[in-house]
């Protein structure tokens, strides 16, 4: 049996006396949509930055692939095939598009810090770089800087960023707040060609994108999850109903 | 901001174009620095006094220290207080290489020198980088800082290093002589640094084309998001700031050769200013900018200095200028114009220029009584005793008496008074004749 992509174990994370974080367990294998629900401050986008590096837990442990990432910084658990996104738009503002992208797909092409051959000679990277812009439709603005694209192509960017080194793992926070309903079900059909033979883990607040896009969902509530299960049963939990869905759904 | 949608421009050419296109683009990359390169070679042939060929030199030392200085401020995002010590450092590393050379009767010509200075540089900025680079922002400034004074202080305790208040001198035209030059005429020496200076240039250009160059400019951005694309912003910076310590080096190691002398003001708090004022007030946006401000301040300093005692006090008021009306710098004033240029909308241009010269005139007034201002103010509290009159615009003024007070007064309320009601025509024609570029652009 494969280790499984992201494995949890008992994780926990205080700011000072607040727990924010109250002892997670979460299995996610390898090749599966994944949603993670809940309140307001149930500690939701704590737990990607636990995932993803940007904080360090206060105890439990954090596994990628089987191996132990617990504490390790961002750029080393990224480099280890995990990728994310944020809810707060996260962008090279003053750098073109085509820079913003370009940029993301450096290290996984194994350029790292070359400063001895010239960028623009890489076939690699402009492929990698025009595959990636073609699949967030966002070539015809490769030019542009990126501080002054839309909203909707902002979130589309952040998106591209996310999944132009290849990641095999990829951490979306709310990859469709603030969309109008078109631009949330292109949205929608961008995250599901992506996350194609990939394992995706998601924060989402839209419950149409959540039931139609997981495989799983996992519902947190003040710190714990207390509910992990297919759509269908998340739907029927009487304990997530009362927690989150509200009795009408 | 115009830097990227150059570069992007670029970049667009070349993806669609092909491999023919990436030759035509070979050619139309080269064009500028063979252009430069014969700017270069002929300046000397048009300036050839002694006193322009000194300045010359001054300037091609001061565009590699300026840009150097750029690849933190400009690309990386990094505020240095103390880039002279690299500087410094390099020229200290130089002239003790070249008396070592001289003694031991070593075959080492003196063209090869600035790489001495090229590793005393890197060396030090390894050594400072790996603990200042740690931090950015407020803190790696405050670090720079005080790396900047410990150099300083220790450069007059260390005087076996360097030299103590006299410095370390040398004489350039001791070492191995190649093609029958002994570098003893400025002429040789400013062939010399065009050489080193146009070689690094086109060193750092370069690097700025490079994956580790471009994500220079993303840690500079946005150095969080640069952790979750795979790089550690820490090692970009430390990078940075060791290579920009290895060119500012180079520099140190020319301007040692062209002085023959290094003393403890070359890694001092001063020289740390006047580069990044060359870099701010040249525009830290563009690539050209740091060369412009390198030209002009060292302009300046020499022209200034002779014309005016207080020339360091017009020095501020033009960084100040600067800051507040044109943040990109001189480059970033030029660079606004690029759509207009790129829209070839010539016939804006020209009123556009136009208008520029009809807001200059008041400016210049405004210009004139500032200067009688500080000019004859300077005379009364400082050179009172030397009489009442000066000599200013080919006029002799009278600092004691009310009526050039007033002039003085006129010119800079009129001025200004008519500087506010031309500066709308400027805004005005500009507007214009964007919003006609833009939409020519939109058309096509």
Redesign the interface.
Known sequence: MTAAAIKLADVHKSFGATRIIRGVNLTVPAGQRHAIIGPNGAGKSTLFNLI???LTPTSGKIELNGEDVTGL???QI??RGL??SFQVT???????V??NV???V???LG????????????AD??VRT?HILAEIDLIDR??V?AGVLTYAEQRALEIG??I??GAGIILLDEPSAGMSVAEAARAVALIRRVSQGRTLIMIEHDMDVVFDLADRISVLVYGQIIASDVPAAIKQDRAVQTAYLGTAA | ?SD??G??????A??DAGSPG?AAGFFGQAAPWIALALLFVVLPLIFPSGSALTMMSLMGIMIVFALSYNMLLGETGMLSFGHAVYYGLGGFFTVHAMNTVIHNHLPVPLPVMPLVGAFGGLLFGIIFGAVSTRRAGTAFAMISLGLGELVASSSLILRGFFGGEEGVSTNRTKLLRVFGLNFGPQIEVYYLIAAWCLLAMLAMY??K???????C??VR??A?????????PT??RF?AFS?AGLFAGIAGGLAAINFELVNSAAVGAEQSGLVLLAAYIGGVGNFIGPVIGAVLVTWLEVMLSDLTDVWQLYFGLLFVAVVMFAPNGIAGLVMRHEPLWQARAYGSMLRLALAYLIALVPALLLLAGLIMVIEMGYHLSVKASEGPTISLFHLTLNTTSALPWLAAAVLIGGGFFLFRLTWPLVDGVWHNALARAQGAGKAT
């Open positions: 993803s590096g940007r910084p961002p750029y990224n480099r990728s994310r996260n962008i090279f503002p003053r750098l073109s085509w820079e370009r940029c993301a450096l290290w996984s350029y790292r810090y070359a400063f001895w051959r010239g960028i623009d000679g890489l990277v402009r025009e490769r030019r800087q960023i996310t132009a080194g | 901001m990227v949608a570069e992007t421009a670029s970049v667009q070349r993806s990436v370069a690097l084309r490079t994956p580790f160059g471009r994500m400019n993303a951005e946005n969080e998001r640069a952790q979750f694309v795979g790089y550690n090692m970009v990078m290579l």
